[in-house]
């Protein structure tokens, strides 16, 4: 029962790099999500998915894009890396209807020196 | 635009202690509300959810409630165990979205 399945789990990139985290959900979920947390500001939305083919902004897009590769996976990739990107982020997944509940992956702890 | 806090940010209990957890919204109109679970340098794990149609949901030591008329949902925790430890983040579960709080963060001394 894996769930929602993050890689890599830390991550240490130097200013201006590149990298791309992975997430792959195995509930059929239809719906995927990425989240960025930090100290003092809570989870906060990147983007999402409602869908396979399907991506939206959240509340901080800036220097992120996504790919919903297919149902299962959708991944967040940073073009260029900040410092101010240095942060815990977070896949979720969320299946349809009124009461079905969000289930997070482990998270990736990403550094940006 | 909803908002959703939790007061306080951590708070500390003997073990076997009742505890109640708290979480505001600012936008009646809420759609439906989770209570999940982090433990230290782990993902979320989902507690309770509760649709925007009911009251209170129970599993186990855990209660939730919801009253969107205040903009109020509590968790309460019956005979917290050392164990319970961990921060407790309350979300405003939408359709496509979920608008966090900052959480609580609950240590029961043993």
């Known amino acids: 029962n894996a769930g929602v399945t993050q890689t890599p789990k830390f991550q240490v990139l130097k200013t201006g790099q590149s990298m791309t985290l992975q997430c792959a959900q195995d509930?059929?979920?239809?719906?995927m999500y990425w989240y960025r947390q930090d100290p003092g500001m809570g989870l906060r939305l990147i983007y999402y998915?409602?869908?396979?083919?399907?991506?939206d902004k959240g509340e901080v897009p800036n220097g992120y894009n996504v790919s919903r590769l297919n149902k299962r996976e959708f991944s967040l990739r940073l073009e260029s890396a900040a410092p101010s990107q240095t942060s815990v982020y977070f896949c979720?997944?969320?299946?349809?209807?009124?009461?079905?509940?969000?289930?997070f992956g482990q998270g990736t702890r990403l550094t940006v020196v | 635009k909803q908002e959703v806090t939790q007061i306080p940010a951590a708070l500390s209990v003997p073990e076997g202690e009742n505890l109640v957890l708290n979480c505001s919204f600012t936008?009646?109109?809420?759609?439906?509300l989770q209570w999940f679970r982090q433990d230290p340098g782990k993902g979320l794990t989902s507690l309770l959810l509760?649709?925007?149609?009911?009251r209170e949901q129970t599993s186990g030591r855990l209660n939730a409630s919801l009253d969107k008329s205040s903009g109020r949902s509590t968790l309460y925790i019956a005979a917290s165990q050392p164990g319970d430890s961990a921060t407790y983040l309350c979300?405003?579960?939408?359709?496509?979205?979920?608008?966090f709080g900052t959480g609580t963060r609950l240590k029961v001394l043993a």
């Open positions: 979300a405003e579960a939408g359709t496509y979205k979920y608008i």
């Open positions: 509760i649709q925007s149609s009911q």
């Open positions: 936008d009646s109109a809420i759609y439906n």
């Open positions: 509930m059929n979920h239809n719906s």
């Open positions: 979720a997944s969320k299946g349809q209807g009124a009461g079905t509940e969000a289930f």
């Open positions: 998915s409602a869908s396979e083919g399907t991506t």
